[in-house]
């Protein structure tokens, strides 16, 4: 069974920073693209930042400049550094994940999410 756990969200100032963590775990043999979403009330869920396995990234245009993200393979864990944030973001924050099972098989994962409110 493969799970993804995020953790790191909670309250912010305007103007802070806040680092989101994932961390999969199971039989997992590889880790292909992983993925933030995003998704405020009311609104669509939206992809925020992704990371290819060699590191190849992509950003929102709303975040590009103040979002980082960042992946340590060895430990099967995505990152999100989160600077000068906005009250625009909050939002609860998903981790996603193209995972390959030792099986073989394949699938789409998600974790459970993690609240992030920026607010004075």
């Known amino acids: 069974q493969v799970q993804l756990v995020e953790s790191g969200g909670g309250l912010v100032q305007p103007g802070g920073s806040l680092r989101l963590s994932c961390a999969a775990s199971g039989s997992i043999f590889k880790i292909n693209d992983m993925v933030w979403y995003r998704q405020a009330p009311g609104k669509q869920r939206e992809l925020v930042a992704a990371i290819t396995r060699g590191g190849t990234t992509n950003y929102a245009d709303s975040v590009k400049g103040r979002f980082t993200i960042s992946r340590d393979n060895a430990k099967l864990t995505v990152y999100l550094q989160m600077n000068s944030l906005k009250p625009e973001d909050t939002a609860v924050y998903y981790c996603?994940?193209?995972?390959?099972?030792?099986?073989?098989?394949?699938?789409?994962?998600w974790g459970q999410g993690t609240q992030v409110t920026v607010s004075s």
């Open positions: 996603n994940a193209d995972i390959m099972k030792y099986s073989l098989a394949r699938g789409d994962y």
